[in-house]
């Protein structure tokens, strides 16, 4: 069992820059690859991007390529979503997720998410 919980979410203005946290519990958390989702409000939600357990690999939405990064720190147990140049489009509930494998888009552990806000 893999217990996850965001932090780092908070109000920031057009243009700025929020790193998001993802702590997880558990010895087994370089085995999971993980990803980061977000919802804003009325919509369903939606990927940002993946890493994988080793953190050699990355992927992105394209929404998001060039303006966020994902990285992890596996001895900390913990991932983490770099922001840049945020936009009011970027306002959203941001979850993190580990999964058993890369690249499969299946995801068995959820946290309870970090709301992100950008005012324009």
């Known amino acids: 069992q893999v217990q996850l919980v965001e932090s780092g979410g908070g109000l920031v203005q057009s243009g700025g820059s929020l790193r998001l946290s993802c702590a997880a519990s558990?010895?087994?958390?370089?085995?999971?690859?993980m990803g980061w989702f977000r919802q804003a409000p009325g919509k369903e939600r939606v990927f940002v991007g993946r890493?994988?357990?080793?953190?050699?690999?990355?992927y992105y939405a394209d929404s998001v390529k060039g303006r966020f990064t994902i990285s992890r720190d596996n001895a900390k147990n913990t991932v983490y979503l770099q922001m840049n140049s945020l936009k009011p489009e970027d306002t959203a509930v941001y979850y993190c997720?580990?999964?058993?494998?890369?690249?499969?888009?299946?995801?068995?552990?959820w946290g309870q998410g970090t709301q992100v806000t950008v005012s324009s």
């Open positions: 997720a580990g999964g058993k494998y890369y690249g499969s888009g299946e995801y068995d552990y």
């Open positions: 558990g010895r087994t958390f370089s085995n999971y690859a």
């Open positions: 890493i994988s357990g080793n953190g050699i690999m990355t």
